[in-house]
């Protein structure tokens, strides 16, 4: 999954973002057993906004370049083909965390079909300038800062799924879960460190729990990555934290969403 699936058939498919799109009106089919509410969970400055709008058909060039923005409240897209359908995207913020509460009633309520929980190795982006950051100390460099902001968000993602994971062990349906790795482009030169981290680390470990209590049949799982766009990570004031890995170019970026989209299908499936 960390790897190029260099095929042109994988590149045809996402042309027009067809081979998503395609898995999103799939989800419509979980309908027929009243679950058709799909839940984005992540730390702000992952993509979840973008994520939505992509699986809703709704990710256009020009959405993609208006950067990043906060959201600060749960964001709804309807599912392509299906006026039922909802993919739910939770704001990823420390402090609006309290929007999680009607989710996850949903979620204790079985009325879930899937949870798309997104994360970045702490390729976060930033909505305001680098230097006014909690992290920052006086004269640190953009590559300093790097070096202290990317460990933290990392230790954010984690301690966002380990507040998750008791719900998710006791939904009481069937639920398929996918962790979706972003901005595939700003570390692809370290793919083997990154897959580790998400397989092996205390992640994994965490999801294994949940596998554990549930019984992984009623919990499968998936571990896919990708970049909605090719950009450098930039801070709320356009500097650059962190710029793309040379060689990440836009054929790899097309087959590994490709590949998000099979994990995606595979998944609804599990669901049926």
Do not use: C
């Amino acid at each position: 999954m960390y790897e190029e699936a260099g095929t042109k058939a994988a590149e045809f498919a996402w042309k027009h973002r067809g081979a998503l799109q395609k898995a999103a009106a799939e989800l419509f089919e979980v309908a027929r057993r009243g679950r058709t509410r799909v839940l984005v969970f992540g730390a702000g400055g992952v993509g979840k906004s973008s994520l939505g709008k992509l699986l809703a058909g709704k990710l256009t060039d020009e959405e993609l370049l208006k950067g990043y923005r906060d959201s600060f409240t749960t964001e709804q897209f309807p599912i392509p083909e299906t006026l039922t359908g909802r993919i739910l995207v939770a704001p990823g913020q420390r402090h609006k965390q309290g929007e999680w509460d009607d989710l996850l009633v949903l979620l204790r309520a079985g009325k879930v079909g899937g949870v798309i929980n997104m994360v970045g190795y702490g390729y976060h982006s930033l909505r305001g300038s680098y230097r006014d950051h909690a992290l920052q100390t006086p004269g640190m460099t953009p590559d300093k800062f790097r070096e202290v902001y990317l460990p933290a968000r990392r230790r954010l993602e984690i301690e966002q799924l380990t507040t998750l994971a008791p719900e998710l062990a006791r939904a009481p349906n069937k639920l398929w879960f996918m962790t979706l790795v972003s901005k595939q482009d700003l570390w692809w030169d370290r793919r083997a460190e990154v897959a580790a981290h998400y397989e092996t680390g205390q992640y994994a470990e965490i999801v294994a729990g949940i596998q554990a209590t549930r019984q992984a049949r009623n919990f499968p799982h998936e571990v896919v990555a990708a970049s909605l766009t090719i950009e450098n990570l930039y801070d709320g004031a356009h500097e650059t934290l962190a710029p793309t890995v040379a060689g990440y170019d836009h054929r790899m970026r097309l087959a590994n969403l490709g590949r998000f989209s099979m994990g995606l299908r595979q998944l609804v499936g599990t669901a049926r």
